[in-house]
């Protein structure tokens, strides 16, 4: 298949590209720069016949992938993964003296959410009017979009992919945090209500993973700009935890492997066409970590946390679970453990060291 993914350079999408290389198929990739496109082509080498590159500065941008979307040959499928994952919202600097309304307005909307909804509706408005062989797109969202955070741990809950997170516009304006999840669950309901109104010759299929750990790519992905979601395992590789294990940063995982694998499968299979698929491997907390990672890793005994230091616990009654049923059954995902994905996502970073 002729394949079409956004943001190349990505953690999870450079697991996409290589899942779709592969599997056989021709991908062209959206990159910010030629110098993300070299360096996408030195880690993916021997594929020059099957991997191109187009520049997208910037998803943001009104119309930004409307050449994007043509080629020659046409593409029959899309990926898009592009979206910003990060809570350093820079404007807020800027906007210090602006009245509060102002200020929330200019922030999370211009770094968080423009590039998350402009990008979702640009992508899917281009597609329909210029690449008209294309059959089926595929989105990330995010567990975000079906997470009600006001409910909290909520230990009785497991959420499916019949729900959805209920921020409005306003709520994602008032902080970085609600910012990115409000960013990911307005982007994908904007996305099911062009298909609704519009109704393209196209599918549409969406993957929500809870947080993704695993291995980045040496060459491509450097340990000083790690990226959000394996940033905590890497402070804890650096000793961050010695004197206190953090606290949650979620409550559930899933490896990044399975991830883009579920994409490309999302992709291939006719019967994931118009649903959405949670990805949940199961529940972690950051002392399971710290104690896979002293088992596995005794060069790193110095820097972490003995027994007695207390943090990263599960709360004390409990917490939700989230539903992967529908991901093994029709994407047929087999999920592998917390143990392989922390030892295989600490050896990477030792690889890049
Ligand atoms: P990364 O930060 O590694 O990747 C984000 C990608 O989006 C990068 O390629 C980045 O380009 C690109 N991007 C962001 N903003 C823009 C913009 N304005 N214009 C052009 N490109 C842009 O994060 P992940 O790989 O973790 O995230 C990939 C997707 O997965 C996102 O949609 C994210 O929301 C989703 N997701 C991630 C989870 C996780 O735990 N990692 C959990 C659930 C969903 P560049 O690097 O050049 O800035």
Redesign the pocket.
């Known amino acids: 298949t002729r394949v079409l993914l956004t943001?190349?350079?990505?953690?999870?999408?450079a697991h996409v590209l290589e899942t779709l290389l592969k599997k056989g198929h021709s991908v062209v990739t959206t990159?910010?720069s030629q110098g993300?496109a070299d360096k996408i082509k030195e880690a993916f080498p021997g594929y020059d016949g099957r991997l191109d590159f187009t520049i997208?500065?910037?998803?943001?941008q009104p119309n930004a992938f409307d050449n994007a979307v043509i080629s020659d040959p046409p593409f029959e499928a899309i990926i898009h993964?592009?979206?910003?994952?990060?809570f350093n919202v820079t404007d807020i600097q800027k906007v210090e003296s602006s009245p509060p309304e102002i200020k929330k307005q200019l922030t999370n909307s211009k770094d968080l959410l423009d590039?998350a909804m402009n990008g979702t509706l640009s992508i899917l408005r281009a597609t329909q009017k210029s690449a008209p062989t294309v059959k089926t797109v595929v989105l990330?969202s995010?567990?975000?979009a079906v997470s009600n955070f006001a409910k909290g741990a909520w230990p009785e809950h497991t959420y499916t992919e019949d729900e959805w997170n209920p921020m409005t516009v306003e709520d994602a304006l008032s902080n970085p945090a609600r910012g990115y999840t409000g960013s990911?669950a307005l982007a994908e309901k904007a996305a099911w209500d062009f298909m609704q109104k519009e109704k393209p010759s196209f599918t549409l299929t969406t993957i929500l993973?809870?947080?993704?750990f695993g291995p980045i790519f040496p060459g491509l992905h450097s340990l000083e700009s790690m990226?959000?979601?394996n940033a905590l395992m890497y402070g804890i590789t650096k000793g961050m935890a010695k004197q206190k294990i953090p606290d949650l940063g979620g409550y559930c995982f899933v490896d990044v492997r399975e991830v883009a694998l579920g994409h490309v499968r999302a992709m291939e299979l006719p019967t994931a066409a118009n649903q959405r698929f949670l990805f949940s491997a199961g529940q972690y907390n950051n002392r399971l970590i710290v104690n896979i990672i002293r088992e596995n890793f005794p060069e790193y005994h110095a820097v972490l946390p003995d027994s007695t230091v207390e943090g990263g616990d599960f709360p004390a009654g409990g917490t939700f679970q989230i539903g992967n049923a529908k991901s093994k059954e029709i994407l047929g995902i087999q999920y592998r453990s917390l143990e392989d994905t922390v030892v295989d996502t600490v050896k990477s970073f030792q690889k890049a060291a």
């Open positions: 943001g190349g350079s990505g953690f999870l999408a990159v910010r993300k997208v500065e910037d998803i943001a993964t592009a979206s910003p994952f990060h590039p990330t995010s567990f975000a990911k993973p809870t947080l993704v990226n959000t979601s």
